[in-house]
């Protein structure tokens, strides 16, 4: 995991931001833009609640006067609708801007998201290779779910607090500004802590958005390994993994929460110095002898309902930390470069010649070549069987044609033109491809024969796909048929059963170019068969690429090419490799012998 780790973050395509906290929440609330008029209305509710505060401290110095000056009969139904008018508009301003801001934050979620997946869907094939699934998954979910609070939370008690500090210091300045200036003297101190703390909570939050990924890791590879894990008897073995991911993320927490729980008291404390100073230079006449009785008390009941918007302010900058590291780590993932596509060629009218010129290719994460001075010419709808041992560089050469990976040096030739030229999408359009590695999704055996631009196929072409596929039979004897939900990556069929909704997929897109991985690889003798003869129809007339373990089905192949080491060992026909008594008679008769 941590050499996983570690490889993520010398990804070639990884581009870190040197933005300060400042700029990237500044970006994280561009968001906001496309709900500007919720905002407003936000922000207007948060000024009417925050309004209704120095008011109440106004209805106490009038009620404190009336009282003084024995004017009780005069404002004794005043008073009361007054109080009750702050209350209605205080709980109107509260429902306003809470609501539209959680609305706004549902929004902001959800286009992080959408952004992060359509970005997600375009990245390098080397990017998946090096990042684990589990912490892709986590910058998805739990840096999202962070910024959530920083956008809901932190603006709400922002604006909410902010401007109730305002309001009330704008009041105690006018009814005293020389008491009011005592307190404006310590603001600068409590700047000092808040940032203090503002820098560990952002370097703990990004400590934890780490180690949450690591939970994450764990916890997918033990799900997605359980057979394995019980077979080979790892669940002590992944439990203390799982239990060392989690305590790492527990002792970060435990040290923001200690960060948190410091914060706030000095910061009261802070503030009950300069009230109790406050208090103590008011009842020196020299202060107050402008002041009414009533002025007086409102004054320090304004001073005094400081302290709560105070301390929610140096609270919500936990929050607010936590959302700028989690918005750093998501705008670093939508910042990264997508695959390169600059091709203009169109491939409407594609033939299929395939040719590879000294072509030489290097994974980002390896030091040597993985193909070296591949030269292969492979005529439009012929057959290239790829063969030798595993890791010779088989797949590698296949992978190159749907431009999963760029070559590193020569030239991949598709009917004559570099295959860089091509848009990439328009290219994909004319392959098909069966994994090895099967990939089914989780939603129908339809859905999955019919994926992606072949969703709007009639179900008659479906029908005929399945049953050249070999894969009719045991789709009907299913009690949902094709609307038989596979599970996820097709869980609840056989090997046998998903190879073939794969092969199925492929014989439904009818692309000129086919690359078959071991296509036949899990199925038993018998399916081998009737799916090799349906294979033989697919690839008449189709330029196809055949990886192949199992020499007896590749021996009718055009040509076929020995990989060893990443270089061409042998290329011919079955009959002449044979003849040659070289790499692939050797291979061949120990298969043969087995």
């Known amino acids: 995991m941590q050499k996983a780790a570690q490889a993520s973050s010398k990804d070639a395509q990884h581009k870190p931001l040197d933005e300060s906290g400042l700029k990237v929440y500044l970006r994280l609330l561009g968001y906001i833009r496309s709900s500007w008029f919720y905002f407003a209305l936000s922000v207007f509710g948060f000024v ?12 106490l110095k009038h009620i404190v006067d009336v009282v003084s ?22 709980g109107l301003g509260t429902f306003l801007g ?18 992060m997946f359509e970005k997600m869907v375009v990245l390098p094939s080397n990017y998946f290779h090096s990042m684990p699934s589990g912490r892709l998954l986590s910058k998805i979910t739990y840096d999202t779910e962070q910024v959530t609070g920083s956008v809901t939370s932190a603006i709400k008690v922002i604006l909410r607090e902010g401007f109730t500090v305002v309001g009330l210091l704008g009041y105690m300045l006018y009814i005293n500004w020389k008491l009011s200036l ?17 820098k560990r909570f952002r370097k703990l939050s990004k400590r934890i958005q780490g180690a949450m990924g690591g939970v994450t890791d764990v916890a997918s590879e033990a799900i997605k390994g359980q057979e394995v894990v019980k077979i080979f008897g790892g669940i002590e073995y992944e439990t203390k993994r799982f239990r060392d991911a989690a305590h790492e993320n527990r002792r970060s927490q435990l040290k923001m929460e200690l960060t948190k729980a410091l914060n706030t008291p000095i910061v009261q404390f802070l503030v009950a110095i300069s009230l109790s100073g406050l208090i103590w230079l008011a009842l020196d006449p020299t202060f107050s002898d402008n002041m009414s009785s009533g002025d007086f008390v409102s004054f320090i009941t304004a001073a005094g309902m400081l302290s709560k918007p105070m301390r929610q302010l140096t609270e919500v900058n ?59 010419t492979l005529e439009a709808g012929k057959t290239l069987a790829l063969v030798g041992r595993s890791g010779g560089g088989k797949s590698t050469i296949a992978s190159l044609i749907p431009r999963f990976y760029d070559v590193t040096g020569g030239r991949l030739l598709i009917d004559g033109h570099e295959i860089q030229d091509y848009d990439l999408t328009s290219l994909r359009d004319k392959i098909a491809l069966v994994n090895q590695n099967v990939v089914l999704f989780n939603g129908t055996i339809r859905e999955n024969i019919a994926y992606g631009r072949l969703r709007n196929t009639p179900d008659q072409k479906i029908i005929d796909a399945a049953k ?20 996820e990556n097709g869980v609840l069929l056989s090997g046998g059963q998903r190879q073939r909704i794969a092969i199925a997929r492929a014989i439904l897109k009818n692309a000129p170019i086919l690359i078959l991985d071991e296509a036949t690889s899990a199925l038993d003798s018998e399916s081998e068969r009737a799916i090799q003869q349906a294979l033989d129809t697919l690839m008449e007339n189709r330029t196809t690429i055949a990886i192949a373990h199992r020499l007896s089905t590749i021996e009718k192949a055009d040509m076929i090419a020995v990989i060893d080491h990443g270089e061409i060992v042998e290329v011919g026909t079955h009959s002449e490799l044979l003849e040659k008594d070289g790499a692939y008679a050797q291979l061949h008769k120990q298969q043969f012998a087995e």
């Open 48 to 59: 009417l609640y925050s309004a209704m505060e120095p008011a109440q401290a106004w209805i």
């Open 69 to 90: 000056n024995n004017e009780i009969a005069e404002n004794r139904l005043l008073i009361p609708l007054a109080i009750l008018v702050i209350f209605i508009i205080r």
């Open 182 to 198: 005592l307190f404006l003297i310590i603001l600068p101190v409590i700047g000092l802590v808040v940032s203090y703390a503002s």
């Open 318 to 376: 936990s929050i607010l930390q936590k959302g700028i590291a989690a918005a750093q780590s998501i705008f670093e993932f939508i910042d990264m470069d997508e695959e390169v596509d600059q091709g203009k060629r169109r491939s409407n009218s594609l033939k299929g010649e395939i040719r590879w010129e000294d072509v030489r290719f290097q994974y980002p994460s390896s030091d040597k070549l993985a193909l070296n001075d591949v030269s292969l």
């Open 468 to 487: 050249a596929a070999n894969a009719l039979d045991f789709i009907q004897e299913l009690e949902n048929g094709f609307d038989t939900v596979v599970g």
């Open 98 to 115: 809470s609501y539209f801001m959680a609305l706004i934050a549902n929004k902001v979620v959800y286009d992080l998201r959408t952004s």
